[in-house]
Antibody, heavy 121, light 107 residues
Framework: EVQLLESGGGLVQPGGSLRLSCAASGFTFISYGLSWVRQAPGKGLEWVSGISGNSVSTYYADSVKGRFTMSRDRSKNTMYLQVNSLRAEDTAVYYC??????????????WGQGTPVTVSS | EIVLTQSPATLSLSPGERATLSCRASQSVSSYLAWYQHKPGQAPRLLIYDASNRATGIPARFSGSGSGTDFTLTISSLEPEDFAVYYCQQRSKWPLTFGGGTKVEIK
């Protein structure tokens, strides 16, 4: 069974940083792309970033480019999102999502339960 | 970026009725469109990928159609567990984008 478990969310001041983690199990980690998708309070889903299974390619939404960085550690079956220079509009539940292939079929057939990030002073 | 516009924003229906949800893209996405169901406090669930393919374990009452810029998700007969928010998502071009969602609520 595929499982994705996010952690690392919390309350942070504007301009601060966090590292979100997504621990994966139940599939061959390096064979599938992973993404972060967020949902701000009362809003819809917003794709944030993606990384290919082999870590060769990373992709970012314009709203986070230059502030967020994705990486993955195959030895730990874990994917990370380093989030810097946080803004109030980054407040959201952040979901980890598994793509259907290494770097092609970017629809998401498994999701975690999400980790909340609140940016406030 | 490709903008996906979903309509209507809210659909009020009774169990057993047919639901028809629309997703329109600002430019062609070929057939690279997926649909998700999202309930409060739960993870989103993939229903349809590449416009018309049901994901594993999805009941046959869910079907998708369309290509290019116009897509439809149809729920043939609503079950109580189908009341939720539905999103479309395109994978044709980066950045990936989601539609704003359609809430299917009990009338």
């Amino acid at each position: 069974e595929v499982q994705l478990l996010e952690s690392g969310g919390g309350l942070v001041q504007p301009g601060g940083s966090l590292r979100l983690s997504c621990a994966a199990s139940g599939f061959t980690f390096i064979s599938y792309g992973l993404s972060w998708v967020r949902q701000a309070p009362g809003k819809g889903l917003e794709w944030v970033s993606g990384i290919s299974g082999n870590s060769v390619s990373t992709y970012y939404a314009d709203s986070v480019k230059g502030r967020f960085t994705m990486s993955r550690d195959r030895s730990k079956n874990t994917m990370y999102l380093q989030v810097n220079s946080l803004r109030a509009e980054d407040t959201a539940v952040y979901y980890c999502a598994k793509a259907a292939a290494n770097d092609g079929d970017w629809w998401f057939d498994a999701w975690g339960q999400g980790t909340p990030v609140t940016v406030s002073s | 970026e490709i903008v996906l516009t979903q309509s209507p924003a809210t659909l009020s229906l009774s169990p057993g009725e047919r639901a028809t949800l629309s997703c329109r893209a600002s430019q062609s996405v070929s057939s690279y469109l997926a649909w998700y169901q999202h309930k409060p406090g739960q993870a989103p669930r993939l229903l349809i990928y590449d416009a018309s393919n049901r994901a594993t374990g999805i009941p046959a009452r869910f079907s998708g159609s369309g290509s290019g810029t116009d897509f439809t998700l149809t729920i043939s007969s609503l079950e109580p567990e189908d009341f939720a928010v539905y999103y479309c998502q395109q994978r044709s071009k980066w950045p990936l984008t989601f539609g704003g969602g359609t809430k299917v609520e009990i009338k």
